[in-house]
């Protein structure tokens, strides 16, 4: 799989853009700053953004080739994050570490995203928060992002077994016109899910 995200990620182009996501950036604007955590974060936005904002900020990918990308931003953007490449199933983060962790657009395999959540849950500090936008199921039937394979995408129920030990805070389904780079570009449906712990 990084193959593929190297060989994505290998352009001059950011191929999702610099800015960051739009749910993400209403959510975190109202948080007040502390150590955050970026799962699957690619070619940096979104850390980058948060970085911009007095966040201390620590990203994971499996591609080198979004790490450089990300850190290319990062001096662009005059911040610093913290950048590790390797697979998601090897993460062992310390418990209770995490103010704030960010999931936009990460699809694994069920078995491979549920221990990559459960680790999430542990990870996140007391009121920490989760912030999510992943693409529904139903996203199958446009050609507009994310992935072909169903077992990739998301349900409802899906989100919610996985995260069910946090708080809701905002959960939906929604249609809703996403405007990310090439790739990421007209109509999709995704989930939106923002969680905290107890």
Not at 160 to 177: A, R, V
Not at 182 to 197: F, L
Request: glycine share 6%; proline share 3%.
């Amino acid at each position: 799989m990084n193959n593929f995200w190297n060989e994505r990620f290998s352009s001059e182009e950011y191929i999702y853009g610099k800015e960051p996501n739009e749910f993400f950036k209403k959510e975190i604007e109202n948080i007040k700053p502390g150590k955050a955590l970026f799962l699957g974060e690619g070619e940096g936005r979104n850390a980058v953004y948060a970085a911009k904002l007095g966040w201390d900020v620590d990203a994971i990918d499996s591609s080198s080739a979004g790490k450089d990308k990300a850190l290319k931003l990062a001096a662009e953007n005059d911040v610093n994050i913290n950048y590790s490449v390797f697979d998601l199933n090897d993460w062992d983060p310390n418990l209770e570490q995490y103010d704030l962790i960010v999931i936009i657009f990460l699809h694994l395999l069920p078995n491979i995203r549920k221990k990559a959540h459960d680790k999430v849950v542990k990870s996140l500090k007391p009121v920490g928060k989760l912030i999510l936008q992943v693409f529904d199921k139903d996203q199958l039937k446009f050609n507009t992002g994310g992935p072909k394979n169903i077992d990739l995408l998301y349900s409802l129920e899906d989100v919610y077994t996985d995260f069910q030990d946090l708080e809701i805070e905002k959960f939906s389904k929604e249609t809703i016109h996403i405007n990310e780079g090439e790739h990421h570009k007209g109509k999709a449906v995704v989930i939106n899910y923002v969680g905290v712990k107890n």
